[in-house]
């Protein structure tokens, strides 16, 4: 079993930056591949970015491309997500998970077990 914990979100401005970052419990954090998701009102939870459970390997949805970066800190058990260069558009409740399977489904909601709570993150123009 595995929590997940996310801290973080608030409110900013067109062009500005936050951090987001999600605190697992459990001794096995760097076996699992953690994803951040995103759900904005009326739309579907979209993919974000994930990142392998050594860290070696990161994926990014094209339109956070350049701008969003993943990280994480086993020995902490901790994920981050570095959002720059915020647009109106990334408002959304973000969520981050854990994931047992393999890198190949990292895209897919459905191939995450463990979920944080939300954390809103609101750009205003």
């Known amino acids: 079993q595995v929590q997940l914990v996310e801290s973080g979100g608030g409110l900013v401005q067109a062009g500005g930056s936050l951090r987001l970052s999600c605190a697992a419990s459990g001794r096995t954090f760097s076996s699992y591949v953690m994803g951040w998701f995103r759900q904005a009102p009326g739309k579907e939870r979209e993919f974000v970015s994930a990142?392998?459970?050594?860290?070696?390997?990161?994926d990014y949805a094209d339109s956070v491309k350049g701008r969003f970066t993943v990280s994480r800190d086993n020995a902490k058990a901790t994920v981050y997500l570095q959002m720059d260069s915020l647009k109106p558009e990334d408002t959304a409740v973000y969520y981050c998970a854990a994931s047992a399977t393999t890198w190949g489904r990292r895209v897919l909601p459905a191939s995450y077990s463990y979920w944080g709570q939300g954390s809103q993150v609101t750009v205003s123009s």
């Open positions: 990142i392998s459970g050594s860290g070696r390997s990161t």
